[in-house]
C-alpha cells in the first residue's frame, strides 16, 4: 500500500519540476510574455529592435502634476501652479524641474521666502544650470535686487551664451536700469 504512494509522490515531484523555467526567462524573477521574441515583426512589417515594450518605459508620478502645473503657469494663474508643483514635490522630492517650477511660482506671487527655499532645494537637484541662474535672477529682478540679478544672469549667460531667455532678461535688466522709479 505504501509503494503507490511513494510512485504517485515521485511522479507528481518530476511534474513540478517540469513547470520550472531557466533564469534566461526570469532575470528579474519575473515572466514577460508582452516582450517580442527575436525575429518578431510588428504588424506594420517592421522589427521589435529598438522598440520600447511597457516594461521599459518610466512613469514618474508627478509628471501629471508637472504637466498641470506648467499649463496654469503659461495661463498665468500662478498660485495654482504653486499648488500643483508643491503636490508634484510631495509625489516626487527628488524631482529638480518641479522645484525649479514651485520656486518660479512663489516669485510671481511675491513668496520670495518660500521661493528661496524651493531655489535651495532645486540647486541640490539640478545644479549649476543656466536654467536655474536664470530663473534665480528673475528672482532678484522681481525683488528690485538688480546687482544680485545681474549677477546671476552673467552666471546664466557664460554657460548658456545662446539662449535667448537668458540674452532677453539681460536686455530686461538694462532697461530696468535705466527706467528706475523713485
Known amino acids: 500500500m505504501k509503494r503507490p504512494i511513494a510512485i504517485v509522490a515521485c511522479l507528481f515531484m518530476a511534474a513540478l519540476a517540469g513547470c ?21 515583426v510588428t504588424s506594420f512589417g517592421d522589427a521589435f529592435d529598438g522598440l520600447k515594450t511597457v516594461g521599459d518605459v518610466e512613469y514618474y508620478v508627478s509628471d501629471q502634476a508637472v504637466a498641470e502645473a506648467k499649463n496654469q503657469f503659461r495661463a498665468e494663474n500662478y498660485g495654482n501652479a504653486g499648488a500643483l508643483f508643491f503636490k508634484a514635490t510631495q509625489l516626487a522630492p527628488n524631482d529638480g524641474g518641479a522645484w525649479m517650477g ?30 536655474y541662474y536664470n530663473n534665480v535672477g528673475y528672482s532678484f529682478l522681481l525683488r528690485g535686487k538688480l546687482q544680485d540679478a545681474r549677477s546671476n544672469f552673467l552666471k546664466a549667460y557664460e554657460l548658456a551664451p545662446n539662449d535667448p531667455t537668458v540674452v532677453n532678461n539681460l536686455k530686461l535688466l538694462s532697461s530696468s536700469v535705466q527706467n528706475i522709479e523713485r
Not at 20 to 40: C, F, H, L, M
Not at 104 to 117: E, G, N, P, V, Y
Open 102 to 131: 514651485l520656486a518660479a511660482s512663489c516669485d510671481r506671487i511675491h513668496r520670495f521666502d518660500l521661493a528661496d527655499r524651493a531655489y535651495g532645494r532645486a540647486f541640490k537637484l539640478v545644479g549649476a544650470t543656466p536654467e
Open 20 to 40: 520550472q523555467t531557466n533564469g534566461a526567462d526570469t532575470a528579474d524573477g519575473v515572466v514577460r510574455t508582452n516582450e517580442p521574441s527575436k525575429g518578431d
